[in-house]
């Protein structure tokens, strides 16, 4: 190593030194995430559009795991990181700082009024997850919890434990007093769309396999990893007078969900009639800055009052100086309104497609929150997870950037930065049908 303090730190591009590097220095945990046969190596990001180490572009419909709300790059994003980061890079919460207050104030301001709501940072969706779950637990003093079949909170062991998809719970004891029951699923659920039945069932679990008396449920108001599936209308209503008459709190899991993404409202559970007790949130909060955050009504997040709870790089002010750029950029660039719009113009693409394709079984999403799921058979919607796998690779050579979701690894998931334009759609329409074409 030099000593010089002027040396450069060189980076080897090349394709084979990026693959090797990682494949010798990364510990297992962290090589397993990888969609592509071929891995993918992208170099940089201008809005919507990636390009690879060779210079190939690609239209971005998974917005880096939905991290990418307002755009790649954003100049107005950028440039309140660069000042914040010129500044001061840190500033931990035993000390005071304007950015992370001034961005308290400005997400509580997007929440339902009449209520009295406060916030905690968090580095990410899954620490933001185990808080509200410690938070749940603490001010009920009750130890039940309900969580939903399919739902992906994330990969530590609360969040994991409150996952229900086998592929992201590991092969050891998780967490206990977490029972999971089925989710409103209208396309694959036990109970199709009758959501009388999913609510009989929640009652049901809390009768029979509970004390009785819960800490509260988390749910997601559309299941990401789960392959973009929406709660049924009066659900979530349903599910939370349930759980609140068990002593229980509401849990919303907005982290894939919220910041406009399913244009209609600035929050999934808007479109649901309630008002939850926390709010989970991250991913697109900082544009792909490490950030999240846990909102919740003050006397709930008061029970932790006496008790240490420290996150060492929670409420950072220049992730916190990203937040509040994204909320600026979301509403003086119209970007919810552009996911309502676009999105609908996609929905209607996807939907012309499944009627070419009898492969596609359900085409469904709400704004810039879209999936396809693949089957076998239409009539026993048998998984086409072969053929879903095929698409997904073909996806890449057509220039776009996709996920493959959904337990059964069947769905085609779609989760744009928001300023995808009517161009973005014409473009995916012409990939995508080429995809099926050559399937």
């Not at 990401?224 to 609140?244: F, S, T």
């Not at 919303?252 to 309630?274: K, L, P």
Request: net charge negative.
């Amino acid at each position: 190593m030099t000593s010089s303090t002027n040396a450069t730190i060189e980076t080897d591009w090349s394709s084979e030194a990026v693959v090797s590097r990682r494949d010798r220095f990364y510990s297992a945990s962290q090589r397993a995430f990888v969609p592509y046969q071929t891995p993918l190596i992208f170099s940089r990001g201008k809005g919507q559009y990636l390009w690879d180490e060779k210079n190939n572009r690609y239209l971005d419909l998974l917005g880096m795991n939905v991290c990418i709300s307002v755009g790649h790059a954003h100049p107005i994003v950028n440039e309140a990181i660069r000042e914040q980061l010129e500044a001061l890079p840190h500033c931990t919460t035993m000390f005071y700082h304007p950015v992370p207050a001034h961005f308290a104030e400005e997400l509580v301001a997007t929440m339902p009024v009449g209520e009295d709501w406060v916030v905690h940072f968090t580095n990410s969706g899954a620490e933001a997850a185990d808080l509200a779950l410690l938070m749940a637990r603490s001010y009920t003093g009750n130890i039940d919890f309900l969580a939903l079949r399919n739902g992906y909170h994330g990969a530590t062991f609360g969040a994991q434990s409150m996952t229900g998809i086998s592929g992201f719970r590991h092969n050891v004891p998780l967490m206990g007093g977490i029972h999971h029951v089925a989710e409103p699923n209208a396309y694959r659920g036990v109970h199709g769309d009758n959501v009388d039945a999913y609510l009989e069932e929640v009652g049901r679990t809390i009768t029979n396999a509970t004390s009785g008396a819960l800490a509260g449920m988390i749910i997601e108001p559309v299941q990401g990893y789960g392959g973009i599936v929406e709660m049924l209308p009066e659900y979530i209503k349903g599910a939370a007078e349930r759980v609140r008459a068990a002593g229980g709190v509401m849990v919303i899991d907005e982290v894939q969900s919220g910041f406009a993404r399913t244009g209609s409202h600035f929050w999934a559970f808007e479109n649901h009639s309630m008002t939850p007790d926390i709010v989970i949130m991250a991913k697109g909060i900082g544009n792909g800055i490490p950030l999240a955050a846990v909102v919740a009504r003050r006397e709930i997040a008061e029970a932790l009052a006496d008790k240490f709870y420290f996150n060492t790089y929670g409420a950072n002010p220049v992730a916190c100086a990203a937040g509040r750029a994204v909320l600026r950029v979301i509403e003086h660039e119209g970007l919810q309104e552009n996911a309502r719009k676009i999105g609908a113009q996609m929905l209607s693409t996807l939907r012309d497609l499944q009627q070419k394709h009898e492969i596609i079984g359900d085409v469904r999403g709400r704004g810039l929150m879209l999936a396809i799921e693949l089957v076998q058979d239409r009539h026993k919607k048998i998984p086409a997870t072969a053929e879903t796998a095929r698409v997904f690779e073909l996806s890449r050579e057509e220039g776009l950037v996709l996920s493959k979701s959904g337990p059964y690894r069947s769905v085609l998931r779609m989760v744009p930065p928001l300023c995808l334009s009517e161009d973005d759609v014409g473009f995916f329409a012409n990939a995508i049908e080429n995809c099926f074409a050559r399937l």
